[in-house]
């Protein structure tokens, strides 16, 4: 199969951002869990709408830590 260029750099920069995305998200999840925020099950369904599932809204998640 004949792979575009743009294709190719479109998979290139994917995979590179997954990467950062992953290592920044173990960073959070460790404080969370060093602060047993993860027995709450509140804190851990936002953190999972507001980043994981491409909600796209770390502000939100932030202002909610802020508060908690």
Do not use: H
Not at 2 to 21: D, L, M, N, T
Not at 45 to 53: G, T
């Amino acid at each position: 199969m004949r792979v575009p260029k743009e294709i190719q750099e479109a998979i290139k920069v994917a995979g590179e951002s997954f990467q950062i995305a992953r290592e920044n998200e173990k960073i959070v999840r460790d404080l969370l869990d060093s602060k047993g925020y993860y027995e709450n099950d509140t804190v851990e369904d936002l953190y999972i709408d507001c980043i994981e599932n491409g909600g796209n809204s770390p502000n939100t998640f932030i202002k909610f830590l802020k508060s908690y």
